[in-house]
């Protein structure tokens, strides 16, 4: 516990579970003032509830980030309620097991629509308020596939983290020159619902083939990702950084 | 104080960068062992620490003697007990275009740069397994995967840092050991410091670093605290630049 984001506001997709969920709860216990978004508006209060018990500051913005004028929303009344916007972590992403084969219309576009296009929304949106602000963290979460493929879940989800590792760049030329770092996370295995049609089969395969012998938790993810969001992270940027137990390194 | 109760070695850690990360590691609650060929140096550093109300002890080492960093080591464990975090910082650097580059810069920058990171590492694995936990942290440079005309010999140097954290990332993942390595950017300390006092060096550096500006050293050393820190424990092998954007490789 410090007060490193004390002072702060940071927007967090897909806060209602996971690693999102995860990096919500660490911001608020380190004194930002966090605003929770999600799709889902119910577990997204169960989840807030969780955040604000121990103290933590939470404002909750249901969202679908596949609609530009809903994330405009999300981060012009983040604005307008908060009087600013610090750090923003796209980590809403959607992720389907399939063969090249099941890969269907539907799931490229919704793959694509919320992995990469909710990402290019809000960071278009909270553009003008970090340049004015001369500050922002954004922190976009890949993925290993992203960087490397894989073989189980259907390739627009690879395309997608890789386009998110992309755009990490662009944005951090274009942007640091405002005091605005763009920084990635690629995680391998985590433990999350995402992951739930992995079997514990599968599951112990996977912790048998990284180096650390265990598969990643929420708040392994949640610490990198907050030490992109501080002030200890002010000089990298446009990195996507790694973070899986050993099992990939580049 | 992310490292209370833990006890940190910095190689080349009475002057510049090195400086930063004793003085910054014992803020958050290490005992520090400053190891470095500066006496002088190393001594005010370690009093400055206890000034402070910290624990610090000089080890005058010469990275480079394999019987120096052993000493180095046991010293830490029979003063401290244990050894949780080494940051692999010392090292040196020689400019020279290849036709220009000696025999002895090689000797130099090998035994110093590589042979003595290396043997740094291995010195402190051995007591970080029997503790089933431990940090290695090298510091490498953007040189080592960015081309610099005058820097072959140093760059090759930083580039053996890459696989030398990977292979030792791997061999002690098991024992709860993670190790990586930092490759930081132009940083504003030692010749660059002195190199920045004329306006048109330091906008043509900048030019090409989208934060525009040097890096500082406590950019450097928010990035040691995190890979030294139980924040890190599921990041290992990995490689770490703290340029401002410039390299993005």
């Known amino acids: 516990m410090s007060a490193r984001f004390a002072g702060r506001v940071a927007i967090i997709t897909g806060a209602a579970k996971g690693m999102g969920l995860a990096t919500a709860a660490e911001m608020a216990r380190d004194g930002a003032a966090v605003v929770m978004t999600d799709i889902d508006a119910a577990g997204l209060e169960e989840a807030a509830a969780q955040v604000r018990s121990p103290g933590g500051s939470v404002l909750t913005i249901a969202c679908d980030i596949q609609e530009r004028k809903q994330v405009d929303g999300l981060i012009q009344r983040t604005n307008k309620e908060l009087g600013r916007v610090d750090i923003l972590v796209n980590n809403a992403g959607l992720l389907l097991p399939g063969t090249i084969e099941e890969t269907t219309d539907d799931i490229i576009d919704r793959t694509l629509n919320i992995n990469v296009k909710g990402i290019l929304y809000a960071i278009r949106e909270v553009t003008p308020l970090m340049k004015a602000q001369k500050y922002g963290r954004i922190v976009n979460v890949s993925s290993i596939t992203g960087k490397n493929g894989d073989n189980s879940t259907v390739f627009v989800y690879g395309a997608s983290k890789g386009a998110v590792i992309s755009l990490t760049r662009s944005v951090a030329r274009q942007l640091g020159p405002f005091g605005v770092t763009c920084n990635a996370v690629a995680p391998h295995a985590v433990m999350t619902e995402m992951m739930k049609y992995w079997t514990d089969e599968k599951k112990q395969k996977a912790a048998d083939a990284i180096p650390v012998r265990r598969l990643g938790t929420v708040e392994d993810i949640a610490h990198l990702i907050c030490f992109l969001s501080s002030d200890d992270s002010a000089f990298i940027n446009g990195e996507t950084v790694n973070i899986n137990g050993g099992y990939y390194m580049d | ?249």
Request: proline share 2%.
């Open chain 2, 1 to 249: 104080m992310r490292l209370e109760g833990k006890v940190a070695v910095v190689t080349g850690g009475a002057k510049g960068i090195g400086e930063a990360y004793s003085l910054g590691l014992a803020e958050e609650g290490a005992r520090v062992v400053i190891a470095d060929l500066d006496e002088a140096a190393g001594k005010k550093i370690a009093q400055q620490v206890e000034k402070a109300g910290g624990k610090a002890r000089f080890v005058r080492t010469d990275v480079s003697r394999k019987g120096d960093v052993e000493a180095l080591i046991a010293e830490t464990v029979k003063t401290f007990g244990r050894i949780d975090v080494l940051v692999n910082n010392a090292g040196i650097l020689f400019t020279a275009p290849v036709e220009d580059t000696t025999e002895a810069m090689w000797d130099s920058l090998l035994a110093v740069n590589v042979k003595g990171l290396f043997f740094c590492a291995q010195a402190a694995a051995k007591e970080m397994k029997k503790q089933k936990s431990g940090k290695i942290i090298n510091i490498s440079s953007i040189a080592a995967v960015g081309g610099q005309a005058g820097l072959c010999a140093y760059s090759s140097t930083k580039g053996a840092v890459l696989p030398l954290t990977r292979v030792f990332a791997l061999e002690l993942a098991e024992s709860n050991i993670q190790v990586n390595a930092i490759l930081p950017g132009t940083t504003d300390t030692g010749m660059a410091k002195a190199a920045m006092a004329d306006p048109e060096w330091t906008r043509q550096i900048t030019a090409g670093i989208p934060m525009k500006r040097l890096g500082r050293t406590r950019d450097l050393l928010g990035a040691v605290l995190y890979f030294a820190s139980a924040d890190s424990d599921y990041c290992t092998g990995q490689t770490l630049i703290v340029d401002g954007g410039y390299s993005m490789i």
